[in-house]
């Protein structure tokens, strides 16, 4: 059975899309991985699409289904897939709510301002409500600043989960997206090297992996 992480924040923007792909690239190198897009806009979709023109590129399952079509195709990759990813539409309806059910993880991408965070929080009551884990993840923040403190701060009284790394504003996630492909298989750009962005979302993953073990 599958390894769920749903990927979820009510305020567009937040960079959920840009973080499934990332992810599934990231472990299919070494893992049946499934991706799931309920988000109407099927960002994830056309990314997708981009990257079958490669077949040289690690397998990435894909599916796109929503309403009374959900619950069965849940199952279905649960069953086939060692990780499933959900990209989730910036609202909350009955489909998001599904698939923060069915996490084993919830995964909260936000950008280091008190908006990202006062968006969070109908994702979070969701979660909660499921007894479901969440995780935050700072997505295009600055390495340090007085409004990033100030946010991890309001996080750290609030009792939640934030990642200890976060991925930084760098051209190479969308450069990356726009030829199909993750960070960590990007063509000629010394993607290895400490401080580059494949580097950067190795250790993303690394963290996510610790908070999944038992």
Do not use: C
């Amino acid at each position: 059975m599958a390894v769920v992480i749903t990927v979820a924040q009510q305020k567009g923007g937040a960079g959920k899309t840009m973080l499934a792909a990332n992810l599934a690239t990231l472990w299919a190198a070494s893992r049946r991985v499934a991706l799931l897009d309920i988000d109407p806009q099927h960002s994830l979709g056309r990314w997708h699409e981009l990257r079958a023109k490669t077949p040289s590129l690690a397998p990435i399952t894909f599916s796109a289904v929503s309403g009374w079509r959900l619950g069965g195709e849940l199952d279905r990759l649960r069953a086939s897939a060692d990780v499933l990813i959900i990209d989730t539409p910036p609202h909350i309806d009955t489909d998001a709510m599904r698939a923060i059910r069915a996490a084993s993880l919830v995964l909260l991408p936000l950008q280091p301002s008190p908006p990202d965070l006062w968006a969070a929080e109908g994702t979070l009551k969701i979660a909660a409500a499921e007894r479901r884990p969440v995780a935050l993840l700072l997505n295009r923040a600055t390495a340090r600043s007085s409004l990033r403190t100030s946010v991890e701060a309001e996080i750290a009284r609030a009792k939640l989960t934030l990642l200890p790394v976060s991925i930084g504003n760098r051209s190479a996630y969308a450069q990356a997206f726009a030829q199909g492909m993750g960070v960590s298989e990007a063509r000629g750009r010394a993607s290895a090297r400490p401080g580059s962005a494949a580097a950067e979302f190795a250790a993303v993953g690394a963290a996510i992996e610790e908070l999944l073990t038992p």
